[in-house]
């Protein structure tokens, strides 16, 4: 079940700090699945929303608001992502240089078979609403839900009188189809929600394997907001450049290995396929459906995280589309100690890796020395 966004508590007639810092870009919203690193960044946020979430949202124990409650719930959470049930999502502000939580987005109750569908979930910190952050992180988790996870509907409930969360869900494409009474416990209070839901035209009993696809249940699922989905089927709109987690098929990844000259990859189709499969987690980023570039890493989810191809276009490097592959290939990874590469000693990709905060193992510690064997 999903809680709904808490209503607005300042008078809409007197304008928010917020609101005076101005609409914020699709591009400066992330949506990145929560881990245990997040603990103290959620206490935060929730302690200075708790008010508004008494409204809005479940009761919660004192517990709830301690880093200890958050790793438990984090955990709680990544349990039932693991087991396909559920995708909690943070959603990360970009501004003045730096990345901050501002709040939560939660796809809940995922049902595979003759349904298909997912319960939709989502609050942003009362200090940054008005800035259309809620909107770009619900179209964003529209396009992962009909994306990766390969969903044929969404759902929302809004409590009644929540008519912003209302008028949010509609400019997202989402229709009213009922009236539940006493449908949800918040703040204490059995709630009359509105019941909004969002249906994937697009999809066909085809579209959906046997086996999830690389995103559908991976360990991470994270995507730029997604500019806006035309209200019919929630495809993003041209010219959206798209970022996340996505097992690509293997032509078009052969014609982006040509693309940049990696011809020892392509001689070998077979293995490259391979290569792919077995890899812990892929990224791609298209726009218009075209891949542009992608990337991937192997890894053992607790201890080492490597990061084996970083891939772009010629005709889109040098735009940033490299350093956000990156970052989204890393994303499940924060925890992680151990975040390494291979790659060559050309001034321009030592340069690349260094300002993603990559060291040398030498210059890193003189008592470290890395060692590999190639064949």
Do not use: K
Not at 179 to 185: T, V
Not at 303 to 314: E, F, H, I
Not at 330 to 359: C, I, K, M, N, S
Request: aromatic letters at 6%.
């Amino acid at each position: 079940m999903s809680s709904t966004p808490p209503p607005d508590s300042h008078d809409p007639a007197a304008p928010s700090p917020a609101a005076a810092a101005g609409p914020v870009d699709r591009e400066q919203v992330t949506l990145r699945l929560l881990t245990a690193a997040d603990a103290p960044a959620l206490v935060d946020l929730e302690t200075r929303n708790r008010d508004l979430l008494l409204i809005g949202a479940p009761d919660r124990s004192e517990d709830w608001f301690t880093e200890a409650g958050q790793r438990t719930a984090i955990a709680h959470a990544l349990g039932a992502h693991e087991a396909g049930r559920s995708l909690p999502l943070g959603i990360w502000l970009e501004e003045h240089d730096r990345a901050r939580l501002v709040g939560r987005l939660t796809l809940s109750g995922i049902t595979r078979g003759a349904f298909e569908s997912a319960s939709l979930g989502y609050w942003v910190d009362h200090l940054v609403t008005g800035r259309g952050i809620a909107t770009h992180a619900v179209r964003a988790a529209i396009a992962v839900a009909f994306g990766a996870l390969r969903l044929h509907r969404l759902q929302a409930e809004v409590q009644v009188g929540n008519d912003a969360s209302v008028h949010l869900l509609q400019r997202c494409g989402f229709a009213e189809y009922g009236l539940a009474p006493s449908y949800l416990r918040l703040g204490g209070e059995w709630a009359d929600c509105r019941l909004f839901q969002l249906v994937d035209a697009r999809w066909r009993p085809t579209d959906h394997a046997t086996e999830p696809a690389v995103g559908a249940d991976t360990e991470s699922v994270s995507a730029r907001a997604a500019g806006t989905a035309p209200e019919s089927a929630a495809e993003p709109g041209p010219g959206v450049l798209v970022v996340g987690p996505e097992l690509p098929e293997l032509g078009e990844v052969l014609d982006l290995y040509d693309a940049v000259g990696w011809s020892a990859y392509t001689d070998d189709p077979a293995t490259l396929e391979r290569a792919f499969a077995g890899s812990s987690h892929v990224v791609t980023a298209r726009r218009d459906g075209e891949l542009l570039g992608l990337a991937r890493v192997l890894s053992d989810g607790a201890t080492l995280a490597y990061l084996q191809d970083v891939l772009v276009r010629p005709e889109v490097q040098q735009t940033g589309l490299g350093r956000r592959l990156v970052a989204e290939a890393f994303a499940p990874y924060g925890t992680v100690r151990q975040q390494v590469l291979l790659t060559d000693a050309e001034p321009g990709q030592w340069a690349f890796y260094e300002a993603l905060g990559f060291t040398e193992v030498h210059d890193h510690e003189a008592g470290l020395r890395s060692f590999v064997r190639l064949r």
